[in-house]
C-alpha cells in the first residue's frame, strides 16, 4: 500500500503543472471566446468557433509590443502602481509576478552559481547563488577573498539577502539555478537529482 500510494503521489504532482497550465491557457481562451464572440455575433450575426484564441494571441503579442518601448513601459508601471491601491489585488498579482520573474532568464543571468554556505553558524547550511566577487573597500579590508552571495527567502527567493562568504568556506554544487530555484520555492519538496 505505501509503494502504491507513493506512485499515485509521484503521478500527481507530475501531472498538476500540466494540468494547472492547460487549465489556465483554456480559461483564458474561454475567457477572450465568450468575450469577444458574443460582441462579434451581434455585430455581424455570425459565430466564429475559436476566436478567443486568435484573440488571445494578439492579445499577448500587443502586450508584449507596448511594453517593449519607454512609453508603454511607463504605463505599464503606472498600472501596477494602481493595483495597489485595490485590496487583496496586490498580494496575488505581485506574489505571482515575483515567482514568475524569479524563472526569467533574466532573474538567472544575475546568479552565476549555485553554493552552500555555513549560516547563520557552523553547522548550520543554506543554499544561495553566487553573484560575484566582492570588491572595492569590503575587500581591501579584509584578509580573506571574499565572494558575494545572495541567500534568498523561502518561498518568495525574489527578497532575501546578501552575504559575503571567505571564497575557500563556499562548497559548489553542480545543480543548475533554475534547480536552485524549484528547490527553495518548493520549501525543499522539489530536490533535484544529483549531477554524474
Do not use: C, W
Not at 501531472?15 to 480559461?27: N, S
Not at 455570425?46 to 504605463?75: D, Q, Y
Amino acid at each position: 500500500m505505501k509503494r502504491i500510494r507513493q506512485i499515485f503521489i509521484r503521478g500527481l504532482f507530475s501531472l498538476l503543472p500540466i494540468a494547472a497550465t492547460l487549465y489556465l491557457i483554456q480559461l483564458m481562451f474561454r475567457f477572450m471566446d465568450d468575450l469577444l464572440g458574443r460582441y462579434f455575433e451581434r455585430l455581424f450575426g455570425i459565430a466564429i468557433p475559436g476566436i478567443g484564441i486568435l484573440a488571445t494571441l494578439v492579445l499577448i503579442f500587443a502586450t508584449g509590443s507596448l511594453v517593449s518601448n519607454v512609453v508603454g513601459e511607463r504605463l505599464f508601471h503606472y498600472g501596477e502602481r494602481m493595483l495597489h491601491k485595490i485590496p487583496v489585488v496586490p498580494k496575488v498579482y505581485f506574489g505571482i509576478k515575483q515567482i514568475i520573474n524569479a524563472f526569467t532568464l533574466e532573474g538567472k543571468n544575475i546568479f552565476n552559481k549555485v553554493v552552500l554556505v555555513e549560516y547563520p553558524r557552523k553547522g548550520l547550511y543554506v543554499v544561495g547563488f553566487l553573484t560575484g566577487e566582492s570588491g572595492g573597500e569590503v575587500q581591501t579590508k579584509t584578509e580573506a577573498q571574499l565572494v558575494n552571495v545572495f541567500i534568498p527567502t523561502t518561498p518568495n527567493p525574489t527578497s532575501g539577502m546578501l552575504i559575503l562568504v571567505p571564497g575557500n568556506d563556499v562548497i559548489y554544487l553542480d545543480m543548475s539555478v533554475e534547480e536552485g530555484l524549484k528547490l527553495i520555492v518548493s520549501a525543499g519538496v522539489v530536490v533535484p537529482e544529483e549531477v554524474n
